[in-house]
C-alpha cells in the first residue's frame, strides 16, 4: 500500500518499469561461458549494477582498457537487441499519469543512455525528459549520485521524491538519497524491511495537492 504526498518522482528502468530479464540474462550466461564463471553467480551481483562494476568485479586481472573492451562489446550487443523487452505491469500507463498531471518525473538508471531510450521504447513506456545514464554518474548505485542528481534535475530535493526500485543496489541507493523508496516485485533483503512494495503500476492514483501530488493505490 502507498499513500505519499511527494513533489516528484525517481524510476529505475530494468526490472522497475521494463521488464528485459530475457536479454539481459542472455548477455551474462554468455559472459559467464567465455570466461568459465557460474552466470548464476554474475546474476546475483549485477543486478541493477553498470556493467563495468560487474565486469571489474569478476575479471579484476584484466587491465582497465581490457575491461572496457568487453564492457563495450557487451553494450553495443544489447543496444539493438530488444525482443522479448515488455514493460512491467501497468508501467507505460502509469508515467503517463504522471506526466499528465503534471508531476515531475526522472529515469535514472544504470544502463547508457542509448540502451535506456530503446529499451524503453521498445516496451512502450514514456520517456522522461530527465534522465540519469550511466555515464552521468561518476558513481554507480549503491551510490546515490545518480538519484542525487535526478532530483537536481527536477528541481526537487530528493526527499521530496518518491522512487521506484527492484535491486538491493538500487533500493540501498534510493535510500540513501533520502527519497521515499517503494520496491517493485518480491525482492527480499535488509535494505528492504519496512518498505513498501508493489507487484505492478494498476490501480496507482495521482492527485494533484497544491504545489505536490498525492500518489496512493
Do not use: N
Not at 514493460?87 to 538508471?109: I, K, M, N, S
Not at 541507493?173 to 533483503?189: D, F, H, M
Amino acid at each position: 500500500m502507498i499513500d505519499v504526498v511527494v513533489s516528484g518522482v525517481l524510476f529505475d528502468m530494468d526490472g522497475t518499469l521494463v521488464d528485459s530479464t530475457t536479454v539481459v540474462e542472455a548477455a551474462w550466461s554468455r559472459f559467464g561461458a567465455e570466461h568459465g564463471i557460474d552466470p548464476a553467480e554474475i546474476l546475483g551481483f549485477s543486478h541493477g549494477r553498470q556493467t563495468i562494476d560487474t565486469v571489474q568485479r569478476f575479471l579484476p586481472h584484466l587491465t582497465p582498457d581490457e575491461q572496457r573492451v568487453i564492457v563495450d562489446t557487451m553494450i553495443a550487443a544489447k543496444i539493438d537487441y530488444t525482443e522479448g523487452i515488455v514493460e512491467v505491469p501497468g508501467a507505460g500507463a502509469f508515467v503517463q499519469r504522471l506526466v499528465d498531471a503534471g508531476v515531475p518525473v526522472a529515469l535514472v538508471t544504470s544502463a547508457p543512455r542509448e540502451l535506456a531510450v530503446k529499451r524503453m521504447i521498445a516496451a512502450g513506456v514514456p520517456v522522461p525528459e530527465a534522465l540519469v545514464p550511466s555515464e552521468d554518474a561518476e558513481r554507480s548505485k549503491p551510490h546515490p549520485e545518480g538519484y542525487l542528481r535526478g532530483a537536481a534535475l527536477l528541481g526537487v530535493p530528493a526527499d521530496r521524491c518518491l522512487a521506484f526500485e527492484d535491486a538491493p543496489a538500487g533500493v540501498e541507493a534510493a535510500v540513501a538519497s533520502g527519497a521515499t523508496t517503494v520496491v517493485v516485485w518480491t525482492l527480499e533483503a535488509p535494505v528492504t524491511a519496512g518498505l513498501p512494495r508493489i507487484a505492478g503500476y494498476d490501480g496507482l492514483e495521482v492527485t494533484r495537492e497544491g504545489s505536490a501530488f498525492r500518489i496512493r493505490g
